[in-house]
């Protein structure tokens, strides 16, 4: 070891010479290859050169005591002839910018007008190095605020990435206002102040982040590194999607494609964010190999956790990230959920079980083999094989070569090491799933012999969680008229891009008024989830001539998440069993649906099982009660606000989720 010491501590010098002091990289290198961990060291020195951006390096804000009256100190900056405490010295804006941010707030004490927000937002534009000049302020309906923007913010090299524009919407309020109007709930990620506002201390975090004066007085005394001390004052406010993108497929391009920068990248939301350190960053990538989506659901999920571990966050000494049960199954169902299909997802677990634990590599001929010693089902060899091509197709399988015995290679990661050793279970009971599938639409075709067969990969069950987007219908049409297999793949692979980035609201517009009778598609959907969950009894009690305001297609998808998740559950417990019950309530139609499953986890809040993606997926709740949700939400009448909610439940056996749909009741 001492070579690769002394060639460590060579390289850590020549990088000191260029960047005196060091930095808390050299610290963190020197303990590093003092406790012996030289390839750690290796990768920090790589990753994190010193003088390179990384949190640790940015001037942190000074510590405030709550003793202190902001106001007061206000008028110290303000006052210069106020007699003022021996501690303010250390309190003096480090230059005029900062001393014009102040000057503009106290205007905001004053005057209620577009002038003087206008004024704060160019003071605080050029305070952060913005270019040009800060946005026109305009009034907000009848509030005492106005809506502007600044940049700025993002204008870091190290920051750049976490914001498509740099722009940020600011609202700025004048004297005597404590709240903020309501429709700012349904805006992206911006910034509010006002003289009288005050952070409120949600459990949730809100797309409204309130810079306070206390805030601006911390922020005024640094020369440098304003931005980055400013984002850390908002981002642990705003959701972590605010860093991420929307959508997985933003956050996607977010990294970017070299190593070393997504780690910095990913350091940077972690500090920002979640306030984690080092370790937490280490202890995601360990989990996810930097995979984007999965990246994504780990941090969603920390967001939620980080409150109450802090930065002890996933520590070796509570085991870790692999000790958290919730957060393997929600990254377990993320990857479920991207093979997209039952066809998919046996070929996966396959690759898995059949792969080297070292490498991940595995032959087709090998995958397939293990297939056919997992089932007796003639045909499960042939649809795993189609399986196969559509996981290379969605990035969960790598091909490294053509031909009948070409390597695939499963991308690794931790989490997915860790599924690798109940892969050949998982493979085995969702086959003989799909053999009894196959059976009953076998049956099917025998008695209506001129009907549509189903996609490859899709159960009868399973598409109706697409029954909203156009895809849908073309595929159907090309299965009817014979299509080939490489053309039916394309169209399901169009059919889950139109379902990924499918905007509610859009949909909403573009629907034409209807009337839809609950008890039909009650009881479509029952029989249709019987032959999924042959375990799972459905117990629907629907009134006939029932209708609500919604649209066919739209109430189908939706009930189709709610009764997959609880069907899903109820079917690993003996005597599986949901209820189903509507009822009125006018204007309102509730549907309240209960399972006999464990339940939601201890500790959970309830509105969690409805986070986007996996975050809070725990315990086997999928993601699609989010979209489930917001569809909902997108079909809003005058007199009713639909919601997809979680109730408290005192049914004596059904002591599993509950979960109930307001819809509005059509009017004849």
């Not at 060639?7 to 003092?34: C, F, M, S, Y």
């Not at 390096?57 to 405490?85: M, T």
């Not at 998919?344 to 995958?367: C, F, H, K, Y």
């Not at 001129?450 to 109706?464: D, H, I, L, M």
Request: charged share 20%.
């Amino acid at each position: 070891m001492e070579p690769v010491t002394t060639e460590l501590l060579a390289w850590l010098d020549r990088q000191a010479a260029d960047t005196p002091g060091g930095g808390p990289t050299a610290k963190r290198v020197k303990a590093l290859i003092k406790a012996g961990e030289l390839v750690a060291a290796r990768t920090l020195l790589k990753r994190e050169p010193l003088g390179s951006p990384i949190p640790e390096s940015a001037a942190p804000l000074p510590p405030w005591d709550p003793r202190w009256d902001p106001d007061r100190f206000l008028e110290y900056h303000l006052n210069p002839a106020a007699p003022r405490p021996p501690e303010f010295t250390s309190w003096e804006a480090a230059d005029d910018s900062g001393r014009d941010v102040l000057t503009a707030y106290d205007r905001l004490q004053k005057a209620d007008s577009a002038e003087a927000a206008e004024a704060f937002t160019g003071a605080l534009h050029r305070f952060l190095g913005g270019s040009g000049r800060g946005g026109v302020a305009r009034r907000v309906g009848t509030s005492r605020f106005h809506h502007t923007y600044f940049d700025g913010l993002f204008g870091t090299e190290a920051l750049s990435r976490l914001h498509p524009t740099g722009r940020v919407d600011l609202y700025v309020g004048g004297p005597g206002t404590t709240a903020v109007p309501d429709r700012l709930a349904e805006q992206a990620p911006h910034v509010a102040v006002a003289p009288n506002l005050a952070v409120q201390d949600y459990i949730d975090r809100q797309t409204t982040a309130v810079l306070s004066l206390r805030d601006l007085l911390r922020l005024v005394v640094l020369p440098t590194d304003r931005a980055a001390a400013l984002l850390g004052v908002l981002a642990r406010q705003w959701p972590v999607t605010a860093l991420l993108g929307g959508r997985a497929a933003n956050f996607a391009t977010t990294p970017g494609d070299d190593p070393d920068a997504a780690w910095r990248t990913l350091r940077w939301i972690t500090h920002l964010s979640l306030g984690g350190d080092h370790a937490v960053a280490q202890a995601m990538e360990n989990c996810t190999a930097m995979d984007p989506a999965l990246l994504r659901v780990m941090l969603r999920y920390a967001e939620h956790r980080m409150g109450f571990a802090g930065t002890g966050l996933w520590s070796g000494a509570d085991g870790g990230w692999q000790r958290d049960e919730a957060l393997v199954q929600a990254l377990h169902e993320e990857l479920v959920a991207r093979c997209g299909d039952s066809v998919a997802e046996a070929a996966w677990w396959a690759a898995l079980a059949a792969g080297d634990p070292a490498t991940g590599e595995v032959s087709t001929e090998d995958l397939l083999l293990l297939v056919e010693m997992c089932s007796d089902w003639p045909g499960a060899r042939d649809r795993v094989r189609a399986g196969v091509d559509a996981l290379a197709t969605r990035g969960l399988l790598a091909r490294a070569g053509e031909g009948a015995d070409d390597l695939l290679t499963v991308p690794r990661s931790g989490i997915v090491r860790m599924l690798r050793a109940g892969a050949e279970q998982q493979l085995t009971g969702l086959l003989a799933r799909l053999t009894h599938t196959q059976d009953d639409q076998d049956a099917n075709r025998v008695a209506a012999p001129g009907g549509p067969r189903p996609p490859a990969g899709w159960t009868s069950w399973e598409r109706n969680r697409f029954a909203i987007v156009p895809a849908l219908a073309r595929l159907t049409s090309a299965e009817s008229g014979g299509a080939a297999g490489k053309e039916l793949a394309a169209l399901a692979a169009e059919a889950e891009a139109e379902l990924r980035d499918l905007d509610p609201a859009a949909l909403a517009g573009s629907a034409e008024p209807s009337a839809t009778e609950l008890a039909p598609v009650l009881d479509a959907l029952a029989a249709q989830c019987h032959d999924q969950y042959p375990g799972t009894i459905l117990d629907v009690r629907c009134p006939p001539a029932l209708c609500v305001d919604v649209p066919e297609a739209v109430l189908t998808s939706v009930l189709y998440e709610v009764l997959d998740n609880a069907a899903r559950v109820a079917a690993g417990t003996d005597a599986g069993l949901v209820q189903v019950l509507a009822r009125t309530e006018s204007p309102e139609v509730l549907v309240e649906v209960q399972d006999s499953g464990p339940g939601l986890p201890a500790g959970s809040r309830g509105r969690r099982i409805f986070a986007l993606s996996a975050t809070g997926r725990e315990q086997g709740r999928s993601g699609g009660l989010y979209r489930a949700r917001q569809l909902l939400r997108a079909f809003a009448t005058p007199q009713v606000e639909p919601e997809l909610e979680v109730f408290e439940s005192a049914h004596p056996t059904l002591t599993g989720a509950a979960l109930r749909l307001v819809l509005p009741e059509h009017a004849p």
